[in-house]
């Protein structure tokens, strides 16, 4: 059974900096891998989507890598603002089409502090 | 487009009573999903549909719960009887296909007492 760890599962860090929250799986047997991010009381939004065949996906300040090999992810956020503030998942889907739904990370709470 | 858009936002009842939560998907989308959403579980996947068709029900907990989803505009997750348990976040998703982004609507909040 996949299970999707994520760690920190807090973070608080000042305006500006560079950061990294990492994600990890124990089936690398995997479709895709994709980042969310909630606000509170809002459902998640979609942030980035990577293909098993890919490495890494770009949109805007964020970078989010994938090796599946070792069951791992990164979602890198560069120059944070407070408005980064939420709760990043990670979540992958398998590669086995009758068990193609998404395993879900419990998540990195994360605070920019102005 | 409006996004996923699910009714009623917060719904407060009481043990045994049904509760009905909605939701409209986004236009074209082929998958629709529900998800519930609590602290200590984090987010559990109840059902999936694929073109209307329920895919996947493993995840409903038990005979209480049901969902249809009639056509393609339109689903329902259904909790009859209600219990204190059942409370929680409850969220319907959308995607254009499988393994395509999902799209989350802002949830249902239910609190049975």
Known sequence: KQEVTQIPAALSVPEGEN????????DSAI?????????????LTSLL????????????????????????????????????SATYLCA??????????????????????? | DAGVIQSPRHEVTEMG?????????ISGHNSLFWYRQTMMRGLELLI?????????????????????MPNASFSTLKIQPSEPRDSAVYFCASSLTEGSPLH??????????
């Open chain 2, 17 to 25: 009573q049904e509760v009905t939560l909605r939701c409209k998907p």
């Open chain 2, 104 to 113: 989350f609507g802002n949830g249902t909040r239910l609190t049975v007492t």
């Open chain 1, 49 to 84: 989507l990577i293909q098993s065949s890919q490495r890494e996906q770009t949109s805007g300040r964020l970078n989010a890598s994938l090796d599946k090999s070792s069951g791992r992810s990164t979602l890198y956020i560069a120059a944070s603002q407070p408005g980064d």
């Open chain 2, 48 to 68: 999936y549909f694929n073109n209307n068709v329920p895919i996947d029900d493993s995840g409903m907990p038990e005979d209480r719960f049901s969902a249809k």
């Open chain 1, 92 to 114: 992958v889907l398998p590669l086995v089409r009758s068990a193609r739904q998404l395993t879900f990370g419990s998540g990195t709470q994360l605070t920019v502090l102005p």
């Open chain 1, 31 to 43: 479709y895709n891998l994709q980042w969310f991010r909630q606000d509170p009381g809002k459902g």
């Open chain 1, 19 to 26: 950061l990294v929250l990492n994600c990890s799986f124990t």
